[in-house]
């Protein structure tokens, strides 16, 4: 097992710009979810993309949209950049009806 | 929706025992997970319960009551690597597929 894993680790931005971040999902698991972890807060569910196709979205505005490719990676992708966006953005990959997940390290965004 | 709390913060000294308590209120209860966040880290799987009781891991134990929309996530002879944030979380959604968790606790332990 390879595990989930994230790119960049940080990264820094300017109000305004997009973002695209990375993740490779764990060998075997064909669901990917995104989270955002806001300092000293528990992650906060964005979406979660199954068969490449989004099935299930949190309170999260259209600005934060994503892909998932033939291969279970995905990227997440942040239009219109705003300094309350600065955050852990976590990938969790799984294998659908197994309730287990796998998180990645992260990737730290600061917009200034 | 869902609902978790749990304390902010806790501090327990090395070689004791921690009790980390966790309540959720759901619209339709489908396990709990703890998982363990060391700062700057991936969270990882510690437990799920979906069944009432206590099961034990090692030095960790989790208990589930679902009547009482209680969990706890208990840590004997506690080691200063043990010093990190611990995510109490549950499944929602119509598919299950979206976790929510509470915003964690901070143990440190101290020597």
């Known amino acids: 097992e390879t595990g989930v894993t994230q790119s960049p680790t940080h990264l820094i931005k300017t109000r305004g710009q997009q973002v695209t971040l990375r993740c490779s999902s764990q060998?075997?698991?064909?669901?990917v979810s995104w989270y955002q972890q806001a300092l000293g807060q528990g992650p906060q569910f964005i979406f979660q993309?199954?068969?490449?196709?989004?099935?299930g979205r949190g309170n999260f505005p259209p600005r934060f949209s994503g892909l998932q490719f033939p291969n279970y990676s995905s990227e997440l992708n942040v239009n219109a950049l705003e300094l309350d966006d600065s955050a852990l953005y976590l990938c969790?990959?799984?294998?659908?009806?197994?309730?287990?997940?796998?998180f990645g390290s992260g990737t730290r965004l600061t917009v200034v | 929706g869902q609902n978790i709390d749990q304390p902010t913060e806790m501090t327990a000294t090395e070689g004791a025992i921690v009790q980390i308590n966790c309540t959720y209120q759901?619209?339709?209860?489908?396990?709990l997970f703890w998982y363990q966040q060391h700062a700057g880290e991936a969270p990882t799987f510690l437990s799920y319960?979906?069944?009432?009781g206590l099961e034990e891991k090692g030095r960790f134990s989790s208990f589930l009551s679902r009547s009482k929309g209680y969990s706890y996530l208990l840590l004997k002879e506690l080691q200063m690597k043990d010093s990190a944030s611990y995510l109490c979380?549950?499944?929602?959604?119509?598919?299950?597929?979206?976790?929510?968790f509470g915003k964690g606790t901070k143990l440190s332990v101290i020597p």
């Open positions: 969790a990959s799984s294998l659908v009806g197994s309730g287990g997940y796998t």
């Open positions: 060998s075997g698991h064909n669901t």
């Open positions: 993309y199954y068969r490449e196709e989004e099935n």
């Open positions: 759901t619209s339709g209860f489908n396990g």
């Open positions: 319960n979906v069944l009432d």
């Open positions: 979380a549950s499944p929602s959604g119509a598919g299950s597929y979206q976790l929510t």
